[in-house]
């Protein structure tokens, strides 16, 4: 089996699993217990906290333990959005191509009384920083735009977007989720005030999530209940995944370098094979984007038949985002960046990690292209573009 979806989720790491095992079934004591079992407990999930800070050049008291990058994204977003109420500030900046984690959000916020800009998004999928910086007004409160996005893969300029937010004096969140462990990220450096990341898209495990939240932004909680995480997360720790999320962040820090080099390489190679599929293109700019993520439209075929066909090869791939795996919509991401929805249906997301091999690479390259092939080959609309009764969107590629 080929495993060419990490954008989805990745396998979870030896290094990973062997930090759990000890909080499974040894360490098991609560974390706000006072016996020694507990203190164990709480000393090495200050520990974990200790060394994620470390990697994101924050203190530590600046690390908050969630869930995951939804509920880190949802805490971050509406703890701005109320700081900003309260000073009469209702006015968000974020981008169309958002994860619906942010969309959603924001979304309803929206039926809360707050106004939101959705920032259009160039073919490149690489938002305009001028367009930006114009977008902030007066009363805005919030600029959330991810650091990468985790279906085209395209990374954005975020260096120069805390730039331009602390410069007007407005809060800046990014969706990390997909960029954590794979590229350099220095909150402190890139002027980020709020930052979210998920365990499981660096071989940590699911269930463990990071929202970085600069000292001075004050939190307001999403989950009532204990005092756990400074009164601002409720719900005992989970320690196991905590301790594993630490130590696959910290392997994939050590390894960055090494890694991006050998998937990028993947990447390019995947690339240059599918660019030669007739009527394709790619999606995002070709060299601003995660060493890991392609993502192509192929003309007259649908995304949805082509992965049944690639798994019945044995290769896990995806459309589109993993949350709206199953949904016949289009992509909201190939649609900011202005594809059709027939162009946007027959989408295919490639995504690589270190463990992948050049030899996965050309096996991918053509199963791709042999699919392509026979799903034309049986379709009417195919045929009707062929005959000159439908149009093409695409220039012969």
């Known amino acids: 089996m080929i495993y060419a979806d990490n954008a989805a989720t990745t396998k979870m790491s030896e290094t990973a699993r062997q930090a759990m095992l000890p909080y499974l079934d040894g360490i098991y004591g609560n974390p706000s217990s006072i016996h020694r079992m507990g203190q164990q407990a709480k000393a090495a999930l ?34 701005a959005a109320r700081l900003g109420a309260a000073d009469g500030k209702r006015h968000i900046v974020t981008s169309a191509f958002e994860h619906h984690a942010v969309l959603h959000t924001m979304q309803k916020l929206e039926q809360e009384g707050f106004e939101v800009t959705f920032l259009p998004v160039p073919e490149d999928g690489v938002l305009a920083l001028r367009q930006l910086e114009e977008a902030i007004r007066e009363d805005t409160c919030l600029v959330s735009i991810m650091f990468a996005n985790n279906e085209i893969g395209t990374v954005q300029p975020v260096r120069e977007i805390g730039r331009i937010c602390r410069e007007h004096g407005v809060l800046f969140h990014t969706d990390a989720v997909q960029a954590a462990g794979h590229v350099p990220i220095d909150v402190k450096e890139m002027n980020i005030d709020l930052l979210s990341l998920s365990a499981h898209k660096f071989h940590g495990p699911k269930g463990a999530g990071v929202l970085y939240a600069r000292r001075g932004v004050r939190l307001s909680n999403l989950i009532e209940g204990g005092a756990q995480e400074r009164n601002l997360r409720a719900g005992t720790e989970n320690l196991a995944a905590i301790c594993g999320m630490a130590a696959a962040l910290e392997e994939a820090a050590a390894k960055m370098e090494e890694d991006a080099a050998h998937t990028a390489a993947l990447r390019d190679r995947i690339i240059e094979g599918l660019e030669k599929i007739p009527r394709g293109i790619l999606n995002g700019d070709r060299r601003r984007r995660l060493p890991g993520i392609v993502n192509f439209c192929f003309e007259g075929i649908e995304g ?17 985002s993993a949350c709206t795996s199953g949904s016949l919509e289009a992509s909201h991401v190939l649609l900011a960046l202005g594809r059709s929805r027939s162009l946007a249906y027959g989408s295919l997301r490639l995504s690589l990690c270190a463990l992948n091999t050049e030899e996965e690479a050309e096996q991918l390259i053509g199963a791709v292209t042999e699919c392509v092939r026979r799903l034309r080959e049986e379709s009417p609309g195919w045929h009707d573009r062929m005959e000159g009764r439908i149009p093409f969107e695409l220039k012969q590629g």
């Open 304 to 320: 949805e038949t082509l992965l049944l066909l690639l798994d019945e090869r044995g290769i896990c791939a995806s459309s589109g």
């Open 46 to 79: 200050e520990d974990a906290r200790t060394r994620i800070a470390g990697i994101l050049h924050c203190q530590s008291r600046e690390i908050l333990f969630t869930s995951g990058g939804s509920e880190s994204d949802n805490q971050a977003i509406r703890s």
